[in-house]
């Protein structure tokens, strides 16, 4: 099977001239004019981005994916092929109603109907990895509405084995393209391998989706769904039923009375909350997994939905992140520059005068601008230009940061064009900066640190005296070490002396 995918992948590769991206880095040009003369039948009037958007599309839906992962590493990749590699969806035909119930049986281990009181055979979504249905529940179960995930049947081994084929042709670039161990290929099939099995396991995505809810549960923004746990399994996720429109049915929102402009707002406040409060934010936020309730109390509310994503920040992460778009909405890009270096990002030994200029060259075009006039891949990419430039180690825990802020771009631009970012973020930032370190901080760090300072206070005078007891044996031992150096240096001068006189005794009495 492993040789019939190949002779797949070497024939789309060869029919969209992707051979042409890797011969064009060959210096003497030989093979380039060779493969020219062979394959004249080819038409290779499109560019290369779209030629090779097109191959990924026609090699399904894994190399799809990954494609889409790849769009994310702006920092590896040309402007125009990230930007095309951006426009891939997942456009995959659903697997038969049959296969899917098969598979909701072998989970289970008994009939269907002995779980739901009703199952729609028809998906409603269908992606590379997994597809959706509706069901309800039995009624001695609640009698709920909900979506049933299932994944696809027998998509392990598919990846398996494209994994591998990609990781080969990974090494294969490193070492035949000038350019291939600067572009890390390897790496980002590592990245794109953990990602895609972390989408494999529903119970995770479940756990993802349990845990962004607890995040938001009071939330007036953001609604998550319920998870049924009791009929999750590692190829079956059951979660509520949520009611909504698409995002990107901006029309349909507006004509059902959402203020469109405060749900762009709302987008990027609930963004900041995820990364700078909890740490923990969806990183799939696509229109096709974002909907806006329309109906009743919860009429204008977020609706998140696919969870097999998540990114996580820790605590060093957050700060750093906050310092820096801070000094970076304050213009104080000197902070930035520093910044950079105090996290060990940036070389210590980096000109921060010259750092400095850099960044304020990229970033100050952009202030004062709505949405509609900027665009974050542009910036992004003059961003990781400099930062090559000035030797600055992109952090893998950050890529998945960098593809949500281009997908809230995405969202923001199509809402409301209008929209400032910097000035919708930055009073959350400085609130969130003061909670870090004002005094709520230091209230919070007390109120955490209270139980086991209850069980430390006790002990603290017995751990004082043997502090003080270990201490003073210290001190006396080292008097007692230096008293018998002294001594030994006292009876060698005195040795001295001694020989001296029994000299000078014997020299008078020969005499």
């Not at 029919?15 to 880095?25: N, P, R, S, T, V």
């Not at 995002?247 to 990027?268: C, E, K, M, N």
Request: contains cysteine.
């Amino acid at each position: 099977m492993r040789l019939l995918r190949l002779a797949k992948i070497v024939r789309v590769g060869v029919a969209y001239g992707l051979d042409q991206m890797i011969l064009e880095h060959e210096p003497s040009g030989v093979l380039m004019r060779l493969a020219q003369r062979l394959l004249f039948w080819r038409d290779l009037s499109a560019p290369p981005a779209v030629r090779l958007r097109l191959a990924l599309e026609a090699l399904g839906p894994i190399f799809v994916k990954f494609g889409q992962v790849l769009s994310t590493r702006r920092d590896l990749l040309p402007a125009e092929l990230a930007d095309e590699l951006a426009k891939l969806q997942d456009r995959v035909p659903p697997f038969p109603s049959k296969q899917a119930v098969a598979q909701l049986e072998a989970a289970y281990g008994k009939p269907l109907n002995e779980v739901f009181a009703s199952f729609e055979r028809e998906p409603v979504a269908s992606a590379s990895v997994a597809q959706v249905h509706f069901a309800t529940l039995r009624s001695e179960d609640g009698g709920h509405d909900v979506a049933v995930k299932i994944l696809r049947p027998g998509i392990a081994p598919v990846i398996e084995h494209d994994l591998a084929l990609l990781d080969a042709a990974a090494v294969l670039l490193e070492k035949i393209w000038s350019d291939g161990k600067r572009l890390k290929p390897r790496e980002v099939v590592a990245e794109f391998d953990k990602y895609l099995h972390d989408e494999l396991d529903l119970m995770r995505e479940a756990a993802n989706c349990s845990q962004l809810r607890r995040n938001f549960a009071d939330s007036a923004l953001l609604s998550v769904p319920e998870v049924h746990w009791d009929w999750c399994r590692e190829t079956v996720m059951v979660m509520e039923r949520m009611h909504g429109t698409p995002i990107s049915q901006t029309d349909v929102l507006r004509d059902r009375g959402v203020d469109i402009p405060a749900l762009a707002r709302a987008g990027v406040e609930i963004f900041f909350t995820q990364v700078f409060r909890d740490g923990f934010f969806h990183a799939d936020m696509h229109p096709g997994n974002i909907f806006v309730a329309t109906e009743g109390v919860d009429k204008g509310k977020y609706i998140a939905l696919d969870f097999g994503i998540v990114g996580t920040l820790n605590e060093t992460d957050k700060r750093y992140l906050a310092q820096n778009f801070l000094a970076f909405f304050q213009r104080d890009y000197r902070r930035v520059a520093e910044a950079h270096v105090e996290s060990g990002w940036a070389p210590a030994d980096t000109r921060i005068d010259e750092f400095e200029t850099a960044i304020r060259a990229v970033c100050e075009p952009i202030f004062d601008r709505p949405l509609k006039d900027i665009s974050f891949g542009r910036i992004l990419l003059r961003l990781f230009q400099t930062s090559r430039r000035f030797n600055v180690e992109i952090q893998p825990q950050l890529v998945l940061l960098q593809k949500t802020l281009l997908n809230i771009e995405g969202l923001g631009r199509d809402l409301d064009p209008e929209l400032d970012l910097w000035k919708t973020a930055k009073p959350f930032l400085e609130r969130w900066m003061s909670e870090q370190v004002g005094w709520r901080s230091l209230f919070r760090n007390l109120k955490k640190e209270a139980p086991q300072w209850a069980t430390l206070l006790p002990a603290l005078p017995r751990l004082l005296h043997q502090r003080l007891a270990g201490d003073e044996t210290a001190r006396i031992a080292a008097e007692l070490t230096e008293l018998r150096q002294q001594a030994r240096q006292r009876n060698r001068w005195l040795a001295a002396i001694a020989l001296l006189l029994a000299t000078l005794l014997g020299v008078l009495l020969l005499a």
